[in-house]
């Protein structure tokens, strides 16, 4: 089992920036990949940013150039760094790990006005 407890969501306005940060504990040695989802209003969950444990990454074409996913080395903890953001990245943020099936944390609101 894998515990996600996400911080750092907030309001911000159009071209400002937020940092995300998900604390993993548990089984934390057996994480394969990790990363962060986001849900607006009326819309499905979608991918945002992943990371894997060798660090390779992966980025949703709509935040590419803007966010940043990151890692310590001992996997306990990922970051998002989200830079120039827009309304439209207004959204519950949720962060992920893959250990066998994806654990999910409660997620954090991000705002973001215009």
């Known amino acids: 089992q894998v515990q996600l407890v996400e911080s750092g969501g907030g309001l911000v306005q159009a071209g400002g920036s937020l940092r995300l940060s998900c604390a993993a504990s548990?089984?934390?040695?057996?994480?394969?990949?990790m990363g962060w989802y986001r849900q607006a209003p009326g819309k499905q969950r979608e991918l945002v940013a992943t990371i894997t444990s060798g660090g390779s990454t992966n980025y949703a074409d709509t935040v590419k150039g803007r966010f940043t996913i990151s890692k310590d080395n001992a996997k306990t903890t990922v970051v998002l760094q989200m830079n120039s953001l827009k309304p439209e990245d207004t959204a519950v943020y949720y962060c992920?790990?893959?250990?066998?099936?994806?654990?999910w944390g409660q997620g954090t609101q991000v705002t973001v006005s215009s």
């Open positions: 548990g089984s934390i040695g057996n994480i394969n990949v």
């Open positions: 992920a790990a893959v250990v066998g099936y994806t654990h």
